[in-house]
């Protein structure tokens, strides 16, 4: 029996390892959003300092070790053999959850998922247990669970998310009155005293709050840090007051790289010791409890786990290795580059294309915003407001778009007030024991920054709420799928044991395998989609071609399969072709929607960027007819109604060759670049216009006659008239084309 716990032990090793992979992906990007929005380095560097204070942090968190153990339920209820199901429960659901996140790139809390998991776990081993128990019903289960305990973490959890986000507004609202968007002038003026704060601050949480928790300081030194905290705030920050004053007046150094620096290497460090509790909490807590029941020698279900209740220090070793494996996980995860571009992508100043869409509840608060701001500036002295206004003037980002220079998605300014707010937050909630949440931190300090300054302006705000909306909304469905997943899975092994839990684990290496597939097939279709906005301007002539070649192949290949699909009914294959041609039409959006970023690259030649204009145009009008013709058919298929009769079939294949011809050769005209041919793309533009009318005519007699079926002659009178305006859009494309290359020859 003892060899069948000693294998589950080793799975739980084994799965705290795949768990540090997938938590990290998701979690420690959040210390990185702010140094590599702001280009504070090079990435490489950044991600030394923060493997760095990953190392670091990650011998800081043996204290936290215990909420693991009896944080969320009381241990001594419970016996070794469920012990070790609620554990191993938690690990499976773990990875399964947090690799779903990842692969989607939505940032998610590791500290939520593993409190509800070891909560859902926990009642439903409680259940089990108690309807074995004579005389005991469902209203015992408080008896197992430390609900106190459990209601304030997750009450702390959630609440950590409005005071990040307020705190995080005020203190940029306050940074920002200070140094403005133009920092040439003010840095000199308050760069050394906010150098002083972030300096204590940074000191306050390495020195004072994470001294406490760290496996290698002995009680006397925790005791003589702890006696002189003030000293250590006071000299930390005339300290570094002083050093900073001398790195800008002297060395002329800005300093506001060091801040977000250093920054990143304590958040880095927060991150590890707070949240390294969820990905080796449970493991070590299960080795834990192997190694008293082995020296027990009593039985699985008769030992008794008080074990869990006494303080265990976690052996410094331990917590290196996993600090290891996590610092080379940030370094090499695709998949937390995903998570931290959308972060940046909603507290982004640039303009521009925007990864959610608008939702209602987001466009009225957003009116109601703009009534509260009119009302208040209508009641405010002018001189007041004007003072306001010219604080947070952003001319100067302006200019450097007029210069050409790069527009970073946030300056060093809101990326330094990020990173310390966060931090001190953190190690505010991490010395009292109270696992917050890194993620729900350091994202609503983030967006907090971004309302104050101004990066969600009328052009996005709508945008931008509705991604931190939905990014919040999977908090809370974090917290629901793992209370149910882990109690499902608790309930599984409770009764299957170890045949549940091989099958189990096999099914989560399958769904890791899947969503890793699935994540870079995801990523190679982002990467071959040609986006303007991220070209230089000597490759925009040759992008621009390759645009119109990649959208105009896949318009021909849908449009052609839609027509074949069609008259032969198959609802799968039309659904699979109406998936890619949303794909071609988002395509074809994000062009257009970089298309102001791209004009700024073409110099003073205004000619080129008004046939750019219009090539995107014509384009995203190209898409669109698609669109309307597949979306009626699939409709119409889908709804079974009935087919075309034998006569508009034999016509619909035969006008569809014609199409086809005509799509290769205006690919031809793009491939060869021989725009001479370009009046015989027209004529077969104008054949497939009078053949258009023809089958028309023809059809109007049968629906005359009564011959036809009125619904399916209408899908089909919608194609004709659809393709008509497709072959005429293609046609613009290519000469539209034609003109951008030539005026920008001349260039």
């Not at 610092?327 to 521009?352: E, P």
């Not at 998605?409 to 990020?418: C, E, G, P, T, W």
């Not at 799928?481 to 839990?501: Q, V």
């Not at 071609?545 to 009914?569: A, G, Q």
Request: charged content about 15%; proline content about 1%; hydrophobic content about 50%.
């Amino acid at each position: 029996m003892e060899y069948y716990y000693l294998v589950i032990v080793v799975m739980l090793f084994a799965l705290a390892i795949s768990d540090l992979i997938v938590g990290v992906s998701n979690d420690a990007v959040n210390f990185l959003n702010s140094a590599i929005g702001s280009k504070a380095a090079s990435y490489n560097v950044i991600m030394i300092i923060a493997a760095l204070g990953i190392l670091v942090g990650a011998t800081f968190s043996s204290g936290m070790m215990e909420v693991a153990r009896k944080g969320i339920f009381h241990p001594e209820m419970f016996y070794f053999n469920e012990i070790m199901i609620i554990f191993m429960a938690v690990m499976l659901t773990d990875i399964i959850l947090l690799d779903l996140f990842n692969t989607y790139g939505l940032p998610t809390s590791t500290t939520v998922s593993i409190v509800f998991e070891l909560l859902g776990a926990a009642v439903a081993v409680s259940i089990v247990k108690i309807s074995h128990i004579v005389h005991h019903n469902l209203s015992d289960i408080f008896l197992y669970i430390n609900s106190e305990r459990a209601l304030a973490i997750i009450s702390g959890i959630f609440i950590s998310i409005v005071i990040a986000f307020s705190v995080g507004a005020i203190i940029q609202w306050i940074v920002r009155m200070l140094f403005t968007f133009n920092t040439k002038r003010t840095i000199k003026i308050w760069g050394g005293i906010w150098g002083g704060i972030s300096v204590a601050a940074i000191s306050y949480f390495m020195l004072v709050k994470g001294a406490k928790g760290a496996s290698f300081i002995s009680d006397a030194s925790a005791e003589w840090i702890a006696a002189n905290t003030f000293q250590i705030i006071l000299f930390s920050f005339i300290g570094g007051s002083i050093l900073f004053q001398l790195l800008i007046s002297v060395a002329r150094v800005n300093i506001l790289k060091i801040i977000v620096l250093m920054g990143t290497f304590a958040l880095a460090m927060a991150f590890a010791g707070n949240d390294l509790v969820n990905f080796i909490g449970v493991p070590l807590a299960g080795f834990e409890s192997f190694k008293a029941f082995s020296a027990s020698g009593a039985e699985p279900g008769a030992f008794a786990m008080d074990i869990l209740t006494n303080k265990v220090q976690t052996p410094t070793l331990f917590l290196l290795i996993a600090g290891l494996v996590m610092a080379l996980t940030l370094r090499f995860s695709k998949k937390a580059r995903s998570v931290t571009a959308t972060t940046i992508n909603l507290s982004s100043q640039k303009g521009g294309n925007e990864q959610f869409q608008s939702s209602a509840f987001a466009r009225w608060l957003v009116r109601w915003a703009l009534e509260i701001g009119s009302t208040i500036r209508k009641y405010s002295p002018s001189w007041f407001g004007n003072f306001i206004g010219k604080r947070f003037d952003q001319s100067v980002l302006k200019r450097k778009q007029r210069n050409k220079q790069e527009i970073l998605a946030f300056d060093l300014v809101r990326a330094s007030v990020n990173l310390v707010v966060a931090a001190i937050l953190i190690s505010i909630g991490t010395s009292l024991k109270l696992p917050l949440s890194t993620t729900y931190v350091t994202f609503m300090v983030t967006m907090g920054s971004s309302l104050t300054d101004q990066a969600w302006g009328r052009e996005s705000a709508v945008f931008r709420i509705t991604g931190v909306l939905t990014v919040i909304g999977g908090w809370f469905l974090t917290a629901l799928s793992a209370f149910a997943a882990a109690f499902i899975i608790a309930i599984l092994i409770s009764f299957g044991g170890m045949t549940a839990i091989v099958l189990i684990s096999l099914l989560v290496i399958f769904l890791v395998v899947k969503t890793h597939v699935f994540h870079n097939k995801k990523e190679q279709t982002a990467k071959s989609e040609i986006i303007a906005g991220n070209i230089q301007s000597k490759d925009i002539v040759i992008k621009c071609s390759d645009n119109v070649k990649s959208v105009l192949i896949s318009v021909s290949k849908l449009y052609y399969l839609t027509i074949i699909n069609f008259t032969k009914e198959k609802r799968k294959a039309l659904l699979n072709v109406k998936t890619e041609a949303k794909e071609v039409n988002k395509l074809t959006k994000k062009l257009k929607l970089n298309v102001y970023n791209t004009i700024q690259k073409f110099e003073e030649d205004i000619e080129s960027g008004h046939h750019y204009v219009q090539v995107l145009d014509y384009l995203k009008e190209t898409s669109n007819c698609l669109q309307h013709i597949i979306n009626p058919v699939f409709e119409h298929v889908d709804n079974n109604h009935h087919p075309l009769d034998a006569d508009q079939i034999k016509d619909l294949l035969k006008f569809n060759e014609r199409m086809a011809e005509f799509f290769n050769f205006s690919l031809s005209i793009l491939e060869q670049h021989s725009y001479k041919r370009i009046d015989e793309l027209k004529n077969q533009r104008d054949g497939i216009s009078e053949e258009v009318n023809n089958i028309k005519k023809k059809l109007l007699k049968k629906i005359k006659q009564d011959g036809v079926n009125t619904r399916v002659s209408m899908v089909y009178l919608d194609i004709l008239t659809e393709s008509k305006n497709l072959s005429l859009f293609v046609t613009n494309v290519i000469e539209a084309n034609m003109h951008f290359m030539e005026e920008s020859e001349k260039a």
